[in-house]
């Protein structure tokens, strides 16, 4: 039975809110925003602010804010249930500038070496990834070289999310890698 990519999408979508992944009550607004009527964001940073290390602020960007979580590391979906639970969402890189901001930000922690989580995807239909967080196809990409490769390893495992990684020093790059593995992630709203 050959499914549509979409009705794959729907499908995961729709197993991940039986599961719980997706809150169906609430606020979708962070907790740090939601005394906030102007959204004018008391609690973030501007990204020529230098963060520390005992500071968690949000990092505005044009519209978006993003949430560095860098205090626990988790496989790709408890990453995305995190971020909801949160009122906020994996973050969904949409251009070089957007990337570039994040990469800086990422820096000025000390976290370079680091890996990080996006909502990028390809669980739906093997080498077309998508942002699970607002379902679109990526109109932007800054793949490592030789990525995405969906290598498969040897317990049968492959690489179907999408994290930020600095492998050769050569800055944050996007890399797929199994969904399983845990490390830090970045949640934006």
């Known amino acids: 039975m050959d499914l549509s990519w979409q009705f794959k999408v729907f499908l995961m979508f729709l197993i991940m809110q039986l599961c719980g992944l997706f809150p169906t009550t609430g606020s979708a607004t962070p907790k740090a925003l939601s005394s906030n009527n102007n959204h004018d964001c008391p609690n973030c940073v501007e990204d020529s602010s230098v963060p520390t290390r005992w500071t968690m602020p949000l990092l505005k960007l044009g519209e978006k804010r993003y949430y560095l979580s860098i205090f626990f590391k988790a496989n ?5 249930q995190y971020c909801r639970y949160h009122g906020m969402q994996l973050a969904s890189i949409q251009s070089q500038e957007e990337n570039d901001r994040l990469e800086k930000y990422v820096k000025d922690y000390g976290l370079a070496a680091e890996h990080f989580w996006t909502s990028g995807t390809d669980l739906a239909e093997e080498g077309s990834f998508f942002w699970i967080s607002n379902g679109r196809p990526l109109s932007f990409t800054n793949w490592n070289a030789g990525e ?8 049968g495992e492959e690489e179907h999310c999408l994290e930020l990684w600095n492998r050769d020093g050569k800055g944050l790059k996007w890399n797929d890698t199994p969904c399983s593995f845990e490390t830090y992630f970045i949640c934006e709203v």
């Open 76 to 80: 790709w979906f408890k990453a995305l």
């Open 148 to 155: 995405p490769n969906n290598f498969r390893y040897e317990n």
